[in-house]
C-alpha cells in the first residue's frame, strides 16, 4: 500500500510538473547579457530549454544531433533551442568557444551556481524541457539516446497543431 501512494505521489508530482511555468531565476547568456528565464519565449511558438555540461558527453552528443537538423525544425516549426550550460564558475569561460567551435546557433545561457537547474528540479544531464508559447512546461526528459531528438520535435509539432 506504501508502494502504491509512493507511486501515485510521484506520478502526481509529474503531471502537476508538467504544465509549470518556467521558474523565474537571473542568468547571464554567453554574452554577458542578463536574461529572466521565465520571460524566456519564441514569439507565441513552442520552444526547448535543454540543460547541459561540456564534461557530458550524452549532452554533447544530444545537442550535436539537434544541430544537425536545426535548421529544418526552424523553417519547419519555428522552434527555437536555449541551452543552458551548468559547467561550474572555473569552466563557464570554456562554454563559448565550444558552441562556436561547433557552430551550434542556439540561445546558451550560463547557470554556473546551478540556480536554474535546481529551481527546475533537474538531478542530470543532458535535460529537455519543451515548453508552448506561452512559457508552460509541457514534457521533460531526462538523458539522451542516439535519435531522442526526434521525440523532440513530435512534442513541438503537437503543440503546433
Not at 547557470?111 to 533537474?122: E, K, P, Q, T
Not at 524541457?129 to 509541457?138: E, F, L, P, R, Y
Amino acid at each position: 500500500m506504501k508502494r502504491l501512494l509512493l507511486l501515485l505521489t510521484v506520478i502526481a508530482g509529474f503531471c502537476c510538473a508538467a504544465n509549470a511555468q518556467i521558474p523565474s531565476v537571473t542568468l547571464k547568456d554567453i554574452n554577458g547579457k542578463t536574461v529572466k528565464t521565465d520571460t524566456i519565449r519564441n514569439d507565441g511558438k513552442p520552444f526547448i530549454i535543454d540543460f547541459f555540461a561540456l564534461w557530458c558527453k550524452p549532452c554533447m552528443r544530444e545537442l550535436t544531433a539537434i544541430g544537425d537538423v536545426y535548421e529544418e525544425w526552424q523553417e519547419e516549426t519555428g522552434v527555437k533551442i536555449v541551452a543552458v550550460s551548468i559547467d561550474e564558475g572555473q569552466n563557464a569561460h570554456k562554454v563559448k568557444p565550444q558552441i562556436d567551435n561547433h557552430g551550434w546557433t542556439y540561445e546558451v545561457l550560463l547557470d554556473s551556481n546551478g540556480d536554474f537547474r535546481r529551481a527546475c528540479g533537474i538531478q542530470n544531464v543532458p535535460y529537455v524541457m519543451v515548453c508552448d508559447g506561452d512559457g508552460n512546461i509541457v514534457y521533460k526528459h531526462s538523458g539522451y539516446v542516439e535519435g531522442a531528438e526526434e521525440e523532440l520535435i513530435e512534442k513541438v509539432r503537437e503543440l503546433l497543431k
